[in-house]
C-alpha cells in the first residue's frame, strides 16, 4: 500500500558514469512502491562525462525526474542545496548515489512521520577508514559537541529526510554558508540518528585523504563558528594582560634596585608597551573579523545553468503538494 504523500529525493551527482541510470531506476521503482507522489531532483554537479543526448533519453524514460544543471562544480553540499531550493514535497530526503542505499528510503521517511522533523543517517561503523580518520573523526565531534556547541551526530552522512517545516527553516539559515551537516542542530526541530550501511559504489565514498579531511572540518568549523578566532582573541587579552603585568614589575625593580642597567629599564617598557598594545589590537580584530561572515555573507553557493524535466513529470491527478491527514 503506498502512502499518500509527496515526497523528494534530491541526489547530487557528478561524473556519475555507468551508475547513473541504474540509480535513477532504483530510485524511482522505490518510491513509486511506496508513495503515491513523488519526484527525483538530480543535480548535476559539472559533470563533463555524461552528454545531453544521455540526459534527454533519461528524462524521455523516466516519469517524475527533475535535472539541475549547475554551472560548474561548485561540491556535493552545494549541490543538495540547490536541490532543496526547489523540493516540492512534504518530505525531501537527500542521498549521494552509489553510497546510500535507496530501499532504506521508506524507513527514513516513515522515523520523520513518527516525529523527528529531521532524521539523520550515521554509518553504522568507520569499517574501512584509516586510523588517523577514525581518531581525526572522533577529535573533531568532541570539538563540534564540547566547544562549538553543535549536537552533531558522529559519522553523520548526507543521508537524511527533512520534513516540510524543517526544510523551510533550513532554506533561511543556509544564506549564512554554513555547510549542511550542521544546519540541524541550529534549527532546533526534533531529529533522530538513523544507523545504516553505506553500499560504498562511488568515488566519493572512499576514504578521504589527510588533506581532504581536514579542508572540510576546517570548514565545516570555519562556517559555523567564531570559536577559532575567539580563542585567538582570548589568547590576545591574555598576552596583554602579560605584558602589562611585566611593565608593572620592570617598574618595581627599577624603583626599589640601584644596580639596574642603564637602559634595562627603557628597553624593557617599550618592549612590553609595544606588545601589549599589538595583543590588544589583535584581540579588537578578532571580535569583529569573527562577525563579518554574519554580516556580508550573502553571495550565493552555487548557480543553475538550466533546468529540466521528464517528459511526464506528475500525472493529472497528482497535486504539487499533499497534506498529510
Known amino acids: 500500500m503506498t502512502a499518500d504523500l509527496f515526497v523528494s529525493v534530491v541526489a547530487p551527482v557528478h561524473e556519475p558514469g555507468a551508475l547513473l541510470a541504474p540509480f535513477v531506476d532504483e530510485v524511482v521503482t522505490v518510491l513509486a512502491g511506496a508513495f503515491r507522489h513523488y519526484e527525483l531532483i538530480l543535480v548535476d554537479d559539472g559533470s563533463r562525462g555524461v552528454s545531453r543526448g544521455e540526459w534527454d533519453a533519461?528524462?524521455?524514460?523516466?516519469?517524475g525526474v527533475r535535472v539541475l544543471h549547475l554551472s560548474r562544480e561548485f561540491g556535493e553540499e552545494q549541490a543538495i542545496a540547490a536541490g532543496l531550493d526547489t523540493a516540492i514535497g512534504d518530505f525531501v530526503v537527500t542521498m549521494s548515489p552509489g553510497?546510500?542505499?535507496?530501499?532504506?528510503?521508506?524507513?527514513?521517511?516513515?522515523r520523520s512521520r513518527e516525529g523527528a522533523d529531521v532524521v539523520l543517517g550515521v554509518r553504522s561503523n568507520r569499517a574501512g577508514d584509516p586510523w588517523w580518520l577514525r581518531a581525526g573523526a572522533g577529535l573533531f565531534y568532541w570539538y563540534a559537541r564540547r566547544m562549538m556547541r553543535l549536537d552533531l551526530p558522529a559519522n553523520?552522512?548526507?543521508?537524511?529526510?527533512?520534513s516540510r517545516q524543517a526544510l523551510n527553516a533550513l532554506n533561511k539559515l543556509r544564506e549564512t554558508g554554513s555547510r549542511l551537516r550542521v544546519f540541524s542542530s541550529y534549527i532546533g526541530y526534533a531529529s533522530a540518528a538513523f544507523p545504516y550501511a553505506p553500499i560504498g559504489q562511488t568515488h566519493r565514498s572512499r576514504s578521504r585523504t589527510p588533506g581532504e579531511a581536514i579542508g572540510v572540518a576546517l570548514a565545516m568549523v570555519l562556517d559555523n563558528t567564531a570559536h577559532p578566532l575567539r580563542l585567538a582573541s582570548l589568547f590576545g587579552v591574555t598576552a596583554a594582560v602579560l605584558n602589562l603585568a611585566y611593565a608593572v614589575y620592570v617598574l618595581v625593580v627599577y624603583t626599589l634596585r640601584d644596580d639596574v642597567a642603564p637602559g634595562w629599564a627603557t628597553m624593557s617598557l617599550t618592549s612590553a608597551a609595544q606588545f601589549f598594545f599589538l595583543s590588544l589590537i589583535l584581540a579588537v580584530l578578532c571580535e569583529y573579523v569573527g562577525r563579518l561572515?554574519?554580516?556580508?555573507?550573502?553571495?550565493?553557493g552555487y548557480y543553475v545553468r538550466e533546468e529540466r524535466s521528464s517528459a511526464v513529470l506528475l500525472r493529472e491527478d497528482?497535486?504539487?503538494?499533499?497534506?498529510?491527514?
Request: charged share 20%.
Open 293 to 300: 561572515p554574519k554580516q556580508f555573507g550573502t553571495a550565493p
Open 99 to 110: 553510497a546510500d542505499p535507496p530501499a532504506l528510503i521508506p524507513q527514513l521517511v516513515q
Open 156 to 162: 553523520a552522512t548526507h543521508f537524511r529526510c527533512l
Open 318 to 325: 497528482r497535486p504539487n503538494v499533499v497534506r498529510e491527514s
Open 58 to 63: 533519461l528524462l524521455a524514460r523516466v516519469d
